[in-house]
């Protein structure tokens, strides 16, 4: 298992841009796709961006695509979601999670995500 800790959530402005990070305290984060989720009171949560244990390959949400931006530093192990031009819509709680034994560069799927973090709450006002 790997304990994820996100930061960086906090009350912005429509357009307005936010930097999320997520910590990794665990062993080869290096082999871990990673992800970033938002959950919406009263809503599903849904994958907003993935990235692949090297950092080159990246998925994004069609609702989000464009504006953010998914990152890692293995060294660091850390995950970063850089938030732009950012939408009252886009108000949820964003967690990150990571997968630690799909072979595939990208986890598209929730299920797939073995550990989660708590959440950074994340406020867009209009």
């Known amino acids: 298992q790997v304990q994820l800790v996100e930061s960086g959530g906090g009350l912005v402005q429509a357009g307005g841009s936010l930097r999320l990070s997520c910590a990794a305290f665990?062993?080869?984060?290096?082999?871990?796709?990673m992800g970033w989720f938002r959950q919406a009171p009263g809503k599903e949560r849904e994958l907003i961006a993935s990235?692949?244990?090297?950092?080159?390959?990246?998925y994004y949400a069609n609702s989000v695509k464009g504006r953010f931006t998914i990152s890692r530093d293995n060294t660091k192990k850390m995950v970063y979601l850089e938030m732009n031009s950012l939408k009252p819509e886009d108000t949820a709680v964003y967690s990150c999670?990571?997968?630690?034994?799909?072979?595939?560069?990208?986890?598209?799927?929730?299920?797939?995500?073995?550990?989660w973090g708590l959440g950074t709450q994340v406020t867009v006002s209009s």
């Open positions: 665990g062993r080869n984060f290096s082999n871990y796709v």
């Open positions: 990235i692949s244990r090297s950092g080159t390959a990246t």
């Open positions: 999670a990571a997968d630690r034994d799909n072979p595939l560069p990208i986890t598209t799927m929730a299920r797939q995500y073995d550990d």
